[in-house]
């Protein structure tokens, strides 16, 4: 293993430490899921290192830390790292605030599938609630591009 994917691997690592890392009850629900927004960014940075496979593996170790029913954060994951790598030719090329607004589409579709499979297994109702961590997810975006890019740049990582 490079050092240079060490470092991806690090980025990732320290988003799921933010995402474990506990809050008061009240901002809970407003928690960004950095650890999406990481694999989006490197996903749409680097799509030949961070791909499906790492979406998959760290989702299972979302799930694993979190007590979450096992396969449901590396589905919505895996999903939705397809769907951002899929099209990183054309994401690149938008602004960071339209890259922003896809962002929250994505981070939507990753909210709601998660909702539904945790209805399907749990049977668990929708709260609009559930949702804030897109608006957040969105307004943290810029700033996390910018901080992943500089480190990207700095450590050379390609």
């Not at 629900?29 to 760290?58: C, E, K, Q």
């Not at 602004?95 to 209805?119: D, K, R, T």
Request: one cysteine or more; glycine letters at 4%; a positive charge.
């Amino acid at each position: 293993m490079s050092k240079r994917y060490g470092l991806i691997i690090l980025s990732v690592f320290f988003s799921l430490v933010m995402a474990l890392m506990p809050l008061p009850i009240s901002m809970e629900t407003f928690r960004p899921d950095w650890v999406l927004l990481v694999l989006m960014y490197w996903s749409l940075a680097l799509p030949h290192r961070v791909n499906i496979g790492t979406a998959w593996l760290t989702g299972l170790i979302i799930d694993l830390a979190t007590g979450s029913p096992l396969g449901v954060h590396s589905l919505t994951y895996a999903v939705t790292i397809y769907i951002t790598a899929s099209n990183y030719q054309k994401l690149r090329n938008f602004s960071i605030w339209q890259q922003g607004l896809l962002v929250a589409v994505f981070l939507a579709l990753h909210h709601l599938l998660q909702f539904w499979l945790h209805h399907f297994l749990l049977d668990v109702y929708f709260s609009p609630q559930y949702l804030w961590p897109v608006l957040t997810g969105a307004i943290c975006w810029p700033w996390l591009f910018l901080l992943l890019r500089k480190y990207r740049r700095h450590f050379r990582i390609r």
